[in-house]
């Protein structure tokens, strides 16, 4: 007997529950809730292992030095943000995956980088069980600033403006990027 297949709005539902509780700073155990008790869940945030402690690592189960848990933690450690939304939902009913773009301000809140902020867009990867609860999370989002606040040379090269837009400080706001395009 084959189990059975969430539907898109079940799918839907889990996926915005989850990015929900993340903007609300949910504590640790609330988002792990949101994720598989049947399967191995695992999270990944796309990028080099060097540039910031929680990139490039695969962190996989409940509990332990690589789980999913410890990839929370190390984000509340090092990040705070404001201004957490997700738009442009795409669910993928037969593969049970749903994708969103998420923006917010982040602040790296230790070390050389303290107080640094920028603003930025990034995505989500859900992978969900039969349960419609979240088998692998993955992320990619920018690391380059991550990397630059993390060193405390981020506000060196941007300026924060009103609006919460990050302009270059030698004034190429001319430039586009591949979000812009």
């Given at each position: 007997?084959?189990?059975?297949?969430?539907?898109?709005?079940?799918?839907?539902?889990s996926?915005?529950?989850?990015?929900?509780?993340?903007?609300?700073?949910?504590?640790?155990?609330?988002?792990?809730?949101?994720?598989?008790?049947?399967?191995?869940?695992?999270?990944?945030?796309?990028?080099?292992?060097?540039?910031?402690?929680?990139?490039?690592?695969?962190?996989?189960?409940?509990?332990?030095?690589?789980?999913?848990?410890?990839?929370?933690e190390?984000?509340?450690?090092?990040?705070?943000?404001?201004?957490?939304?997700?738009?442009?939902?795409?669910?993928?009913?037969?593969?049970?995956?749903?994708?969103?773009?998420?923006s917010?301000?982040?602040?790296?809140?230790?070390?050389a980088?303290?107080?640094?902020?920028?603003?930025e867009?990034f995505?989500y990867?859900?992978?969900?069980?039969?349960?419609?609860?979240?088998?692998?999370?993955?992320?990619?989002?920018?690391?380059?600033?991550a990397?630059?606040?993390?060193?405390?040379?981020?506000?060196?090269?941007?300026?924060?403006?009103?609006?919460?837009?990050?302009?270059p400080?030698?004034?190429?706001?001319?430039?586009?990027?591949?979000?812009?395009?």
């Amino acid at each position: 007997m084959f189990a059975r297949e969430p539907t898109r709005s079940e799918l839907l539902e889990s996926a915005k529950g989850l990015c929900n509780s993340f903007a609300a700073k949910a504590d640790i155990d609330t988002l792990l809730a949101h994720f598989s008790s049947t399967h191995q869940i695992s999270a990944y945030e796309h990028g080099l292992p060097v540039l910031a402690p929680f990139l490039g690592r695969s962190f996989a189960g409940r509990t332990g030095p690589t789980s999913v848990k410890t990839y929370f933690e190390l984000l509340q450690q090092h990040l705070s943000y404001t201004d957490m939304s997700f738009t442009g939902w795409v669910v993928d009913a037969q593969a049970s995956r749903v994708s969103v773009k998420g923006s917010a301000k982040f602040t790296w809140i230790e070390g050389a980088g303290k107080d640094q902020s920028w603003v930025e867009q990034f995505v989500y990867l859900l992978d969900f069980d039969q349960d419609a609860k979240v088998t692998d999370y993955q992320v990619w989002a920018d690391s380059g600033a991550a990397y630059l606040a993390r060193r405390g040379e981020l506000s060196q090269l941007t300026a924060i403006e009103g609006g919460g837009t990050v302009k270059p400080a030698d004034d190429q706001d001319d430039a586009k990027t591949l979000v812009d395009a």
